[in-house]
């Protein structure tokens, strides 16, 4: 795995495919010009949202935002979908939050960032035994999901402040990826024991939205299997999800659910809702999917909240430099030759062991440790670099190099 440290996420092919179902197909989502919001800290982002009211609708039909969270107040289970990399679909949940909770503080939320085998790594940072960092690296969350966290950051501190339960709904990738290559066949007795126990195939009209994604994205060969491993991966997320919210609910009567997942997951009440409907009763969810007026499609979503203009972070800092593992730390085999690492001397083949003196062993180390930096923030970066000795043989020194992000 090679990967150039320009930003937080990286994709494989059949995580890319994916990628796409979850984050709009079918949809029309149209892209705007973004604005940029330059959040440094949680306190930052509560004042935004004191004066922030989105509009919301039902279908073409204007509602205020007050009289959407009335509505919502009488729903045991609402999903809120999202486009994974838009922080204004964050916001919006994380508004929505706010203000139900307010009203009633028995309500938990489910998220498809974090996958359930790591449910004690989130209650451990959520109870305070664990910081963010140390909860990051646990969890695998650069490893797993790779989106900026920065976006998730805001949703994750007001739960811990709140005392609202976070579930982890995914399920572990070690699966899907299995899945992805041979079906459930390729699972160990183990493995297959961690998912739910029926994964029922798809509607139809489900199965032709994701076989359109399939053929349209170069994936081609129908009679080889893949696209049936594609939709069983699909449907595992779903099923998985489901499962565990409901779970929850039935483990917590009292309580509310709200579900943060990609859009593709529950638009048009396929997918997640459809799954959990086999338990909880339809009248008591709702969907929700943050969307420009103009793009509105009727039926796919039972609300909508209208983001005129899509809201951005600031882009993190850049090394210009690709890293691959090596038993030894990770390794430098690429540089930009304007880059950031370039220009302060770093060079190929040296190995990255510390940075701000935190060890980094892994992408996920260099990622979390990354994240908590800006562009033309100055790094102190430990590198081991291999030097031919007078003798000839191959010793190794460690040398430090500052580095400023652009």
Known sequence: MRLFI????THDSFKHLITLIVMGFSLGIATASAATLNHRSQTEVLQFLQTYQPGASIGKQSISFNDLVQRLLSKRVILVGEIHDRYDHHLNQLALLKALSAQDPNIGIGVE????????????????????????????????????????????????????????????????QKVAQGGLEALSDKERAQLPKHINPPES??????????????????????????ALVQRIWDETMAANAVDFLQANPRYRLMIFSGVGHISDRMGIPSDMARTIP???????????AGDIAMGQFDYFMLSPQPHNLPPTGKLGAWFEP??????????????????AGMMTGDRLRKINNIPVRSMSDLLS?????NIGDTLQLTLERDRLAPKGEVESHLLTLAIKLQ
């Open 282 to 292: 339809t009248q008591q969810m709702a969907t929700v999917m943050t969307q420009s």
């Open 113 to 176: 960032w974090f996958q359930q085998p790591f449910q004690p790594v989130l209650d451990a940072y959520l109870a305070g035994r664990i910081d963010e960092t140390e909860m990051l690296k646990r969890s695998g969350y650069y490893n797993r999901w790779r989106y900026d966290y920065r976006m998730l950051r805001p949703i994750l501190i007001f739960a811990k402040d709140n005392h609202i339960p976070v579930l982890a709904l995914n399920a572990p990738v070690e699966i899907t």
């Open 205 to 230: 009209s489900y199965l032709q939205r994701l076989r359109k994604v399939f053929m349209r994205h170069g994936t081609h060969g129908a009679g080889d299997g893949r696209f049936e491993n594609f």
């Open 6 to 9: 320009l930003g937080l996420k």
């Open 369 to 373: 440790t990354l994240a908590g930096f």
């Open 326 to 343: 090596d038993p030894r730390g990770l390794q430098v085999s690429r540089l930009a030759q304007t880059g950031a690492a370039a220009q």
